[in-house]
C-alpha cells in the first residue's frame, strides 16, 4: 500500500489510532495535492464557510510546517480542490 493509498479515507488532523470518519460529523474530501483523499471535518460550518483553508502538512512543496491551500468548489461544496503550497509562517 503507498502512501496516498495509505491517507486516503483518513480524518485530516484525527489522531493516527482513531483517523475515520465518525458517525454525526459532515465531512468534505480535499482533492488533488499533498492531502488528497483526506477527509477535513466541516461540522458545524454552514453553507459555503470555509471558502479555503490552508492546512499544515509535512509532505508538501515546503516540507514539515508547509501549508497546502485548498479552495472549496463552487459546485459542490462537499469538495476542496488543492491550489498550492505554501510556505508555514514562523
Given at each position: 500500500?503507498?502512501?496516498?493509498?495509505?491517507l486516503?479515507g483518513?480524518?485530516?488532523?484525527a489522531?493516527h489510532d482513531?483517523?475515520?470518519?465518525?458517525?454525526g460529523r459532515?465531512?468534505?474530501?480535499?482533492?488533488?495535492?499533498?492531502?488528497?483523499?483526506?477527509?477535513?471535518d466541516?461540522?458545524?460550518?454552514?453553507g459555503?464557510?470555509?471558502r479555503?483553508?490552508?492546512?499544515?502538512?509535512?509532505?508538501?512543496?515546503?516540507g514539515?510546517?508547509?501549508?497546502?491551500l485548498y479552495?472549496?468548489?463552487?459546485?459542490?461544496?462537499?469538495?476542496?480542490d488543492?491550489?498550492?503550497?505554501?510556505p508555514g509562517?514562523?
Amino acid at each position: 500500500m503507498d502512501e496516498a493509498e495509505f491517507l486516503r479515507g483518513r480524518v485530516y488532523g484525527a489522531d493516527h489510532d482513531d483517523a475515520g470518519p465518525r458517525p454525526g460529523r459532515v465531512y468534505a474530501e480535499l482533492v488533488g495535492g499533498p492531502l488528497d483523499g483526506l477527509l477535513l471535518d466541516v461540522t458545524g460550518h454552514t453553507g459555503h464557510e470555509p471558502r479555503e483553508v490552508a492546512l499544515i502538512t509535512e509532505i508538501g512543496r515546503y516540507g514539515p510546517g508547509g501549508r497546502a491551500l485548498y479552495v472549496r468548489r463552487a459546485a459542490d461544496g462537499r469538495r476542496f480542490d488543492w491550489r498550492c503550497d505554501t510556505p508555514g509562517t514562523a
